[in-house]
Nanobody, 123 residues
C-alpha cells in the first residue's frame, strides 16, 4: 500500500554533493519513521540514516556523519538525503524505506521500500 519512489541519483565526482529525494504515498506520512539504506555491489544492504516522525531526531551510520543530512517535509510527503563531500565508497544503490512501528536502525523493521536510485562516485 505504501509506495516509495527515489530520485536524484547520478554520476558525480569525489567531493561533489548530491541530494536524493523519496516521494511517499499510500499512507499517512507522519506515522512513519523514514530511512535511507544503501547497497554496494557484493555487499549487504546497510543502514545510512533515519529520521523520526516529525523530523525531531536523526540517526546516522558513522561513515556518513558530518557529510550526510536526512530531512523530511511532511507537507510534501517527501524525505531527503543531502550528501556532501561524496567519497568513492559511497557508491551504491540508495533505497528509501518506511517504518510504521518504531524508530531505529534495524533493516527488518522497515516494511516498505523503494526501488532504489544509483549513486556512483568517481575520482
Amino acid at each position: 500500500q505504501v509506495q516509495l519512489v527515489e530520485s536524484g541519483g547520478g554520476l558525480v565526482q569525489a567531493g561533489d554533493s548530491l541530494r536524493l529525494s523519496c516521494a511517499f504515498s499510500g499512507g499517512t506520512f507522519n506515522d512513519y519513521a523514514m530511512g535511507w539504506f544503501r547497497q554496494a555491489p557484493g555487499k549487504p544492504r546497510e543502514f545510512v540514516a533515519t529520521i523520526s516522525w516529525h523530523g525531531g531526531t536523526t540517526k546516522y551510520t558513522d561513515s556518513v556523519l558530518g557529510r550526510f543530512t536526512i530531512s523530511r517535509d511532511n507537507s510534501k510527503n517527501t524525505v531527503y538525503l543531502q550528501m556532501n563531500n561524496l567519497k568513492l565508497e559511497d557508491t551504491a544503490v540508495y533505497f528509501c524505506a518506511a517504518d510504521g512501528t518504531s524508530f531505529d536502525m534495524v533493516l527488518e523493521d522497515f516494511a516498505s521500500w523503494g526501488q532504489g536510485t544509483q549513486v556512483t562516485v568517481s575520482s
